[in-house]
């Protein structure tokens, strides 16, 4: 009756095969009052900790017993301990490998599945403070808990045929990531160090010629135009919308400081000294308060006028779900007239950018692919930076981004707690 109750005990835990012989209450040096549940085997055989290999016959028992950190059974912390085999593998001893023992770290499966789940909703302080642990070891329990939800990370680079090429700030100053992502899943599938030929190059590299071959398109800003155009002469090149309007806004605020550097010190050019983004916001979303200030300004300054106006246009000419490419074209090519006719130096580089890659700029209407996609990714990746306060590690900030952005279905996110 003892040992049924026992084998009960230890299938409730996770632990078949063996039994519970004892749980006591001890006193560990640097944990101080913990629950240790004493563990022996009662059936199966010894896998090898190396290759796998399965043995029904030992060498001899551990002398000493290991304890595991488990998931706390009441108020204290609570450790398995075992006395491990040595079985004859691999061509000498090997201990054995413990089914309910998480290979690498000492701690239970059940445990670190625990901690791998919390540290997708927590930043890795608070996971290593309920756990009593150091940063240093949670940080290392989620790196491996995400790869193996990722898995094999060459399987994602296979059947790419779309793809956004954009760089993000690694560490919120100037040392960047190269992210791609599939516009068909929404995948981010590569991180690569640095930006423009340095950090895409690694990516074309991994694809191989077959990779390559296979890519239709591309949608990146210029800085990566020219790698693209070499490795991948027979993919179409998109230039994000995004980017085009980021100039455009870029050239409105050096006209804005131009113009205001010498502005008078009354109310409306104190205020439209702060409040630029008046002139950077869509029109549309401003509140009515907003656009009669905004008028305001208008009326008094006919050159930052005339750059808000031209603004407005380009945005309402990307915006247009256009079907007759040859319009799109001409519209664009107005655009850039009307900017040499404004007599606006900030916009003229706009426009010489437009100018030579109006057919990028088009080719963004002619394909249907998500053409924000690289750019929400960057919202993500900002967030997860800001929430951990920065990475020290940046190949576990990739791991993370790969998590957030790369790994739709985490394995460690339906774990029940």
């Known amino acids: 009756m003892n040992q049924e109750r026992d084998d009960l005990v230890a299938t409730y835990l996770g632990l078949q095969g063996f039994a519970v012989v004892a749980v006591v209450h001890e006193h560990h040096p640097r944990r101080g009052r913990v629950k240790v549940v004493r563990i022996e085997r009662r059936s199966g055989q010894h896998e090898c900790s190396e290759c796998g290999r399965r043995h029904a016959s030992i060498l001899f028992t551990e002398p000493e017993p290991i304890w595991l950190r488990d998931c706390s059974v009441g108020d204290l912390e609570t450790y398995l301990e075992v006395q ?3 079985v004859a593998c691999c061509g000498g001893t090997r201990v054995e490998r413990l089914p309910f023992a ?14 791998a789940a919390l540290c997708t909703r927590l930043p890795v302080s608070a ?3 309920m756990a009593t642990l150091s940063w240093e070891t949670v ?12 898995g094999d990370r060459t399987a994602a680079l296979t059947d790419l045929r779309w793809i956004a090429v954009d760089e993000v700030s690694r560490t919120g100053g100037r040392q960047y990531f190269t992210i791609v992502t599939d516009l068909a899943t929404g995948r981010v599938v590569w991180i690569g160090d640095g930006k423009g030929r340095r950090g895409l190059l690694p990516f074309l590299r991994a694809l191989r010629a077959k990779g390559r071959r296979r890519l239709r398109g591309v949608v990146s800003d210029l800085g990566y135009l020219t790698i693209i155009v070499a490795r991948l002469p027979h993919a179409v090149h998109i230039l994000d919308r995004f980017h085009i309007v980021q100039w455009v806004n870029r050239a409105l605020d050096e006209l804005r400081r131009r113009l205001f550097s010498a502005a008078p010190r009354d109310a409306l050019g104190s205020t439209l000294k702060v409040k630029k983004w008046l002139l950077l916001s869509a029109r549309e979303n401003l509140e009515h308060k907003h656009k009669l200030l905004l008028n305001d300004l208008m009326e008094q300054n006919l050159p930052l006028y005339r750059g808000y106006l031209l603004k407005e246009q380009l945005r309402a000419i990307l915006r247009h779900p256009w079907k007759y490419f040859g319009v799109l074209r001409e519209r664009l090519q107005e655009w850039i007239l009307a900017v040499f006719d404004a007599v606006l130096p900030e916009f003229k580089k706009v426009a010489d950018r437009l100018a030579k ?5 088009i080719a ?15 919202s993500q990746i900002a967030a997860l930076r800001f929430q951990a306060r920065g990475y020290r590690d940046p190949e576990y900030f990739k791991l993370k981004i790969l998590q957030r952005c790369g790994l739709p279905h985490n394995p460690w996110a339906r774990i029940v707690l």
Do not use: K
């Open 364 to 378: 963004g209407h002619q394909h249907d692919v998500p053409l924000g996609l690289a750019e929400s990714r960057n």
């Open 139 to 150: 940080a290392r329990i989620d790196m491996r808990a995400i790869e193996l939800g990722l």
């Open 84 to 86: 491990p085999v040595r």
């Open 357 to 361: 890659h109006l057919d990028s700029v």
């Open 102 to 115: 998480m290979p690498g770290f000492r701690m239970t499966r059940r445990f670190f599945e625990r901690l």
């Open 127 to 129: 996971v290593a403070t």
